[in-house]
């Protein structure tokens, strides 16, 4: 089984349940692994047989940029949903969302959500 995998997507995003999050928003991440039939599927060079790394690209620019949650779940669960719908071919797709900015106290580097579905299409 083959993947397409997109790592560090960035968009300026007001996710967050605190009042300086929705008010002065942050940088989030966004991992993406699309997984599906690549070896048997792609056979001519044709990108009619394969999934559009653009495409996909699109469809989570589109999603995180225009949709603000208190929670990143919400944000990782919509996006997923977003991608199964748009890519019937893909098997199976796994997302992450990082958030740099977390307003609590303690010492971390980020905060990473990670959701995967199975498309009932493919």
């Given amino acids: 089984m083959g993947k397409i995998e997109i790592t560090n997507m960035r968009f300026?995003?007001?996710?967050?349940?605190?009042?300086?999050?929705?008010?002065?928003?942050?940088?989030?991440?966004v991992d993406v692994c699309v997984i599906y039939d690549i070896e048997h599927l792609v056979k001519d060079d044709d990108l009619a047989t394969t999934i559009s790394y653009?495409?996909?690209?699109?469809?989570?620019?589109?999603?995180?940029t225009t949709h603000d949650f208190n929670l990143m779940e919400s944000l990782a669960n919509g996006t997923l949903t977003?991608?199964?719908?748009?890519f019937s071919?893909?098997?199976?797709?796994?997302?992450?969302?990082?958030?740099?900015?977390v307003p609590i106290a303690g010492v971390f580097d980020d905060i990473i959500i990670t959701?995967?579905?199975?498309?009932?299409?493919?």
């Fill in 12 to 29: 300026y995003t007001h996710n967050g349940v605190f009042a300086e999050e929705k008010k002065l928003g942050q940088q989030i991440s």
């Fill in 54 to 64: 653009a495409a996909v690209f699109d469809v989570i620019e589109n999603y995180v």
């Fill in 82 to 86: 977003q991608l199964l719908q748009a």
């Fill in 89 to 101: 071919m893909a098997e199976e797709i796994e997302l992450s969302v990082k958030k740099y900015s």
């Fill in 115 to 122: 959701v995967s579905g199975k498309n009932d299409l493919a």
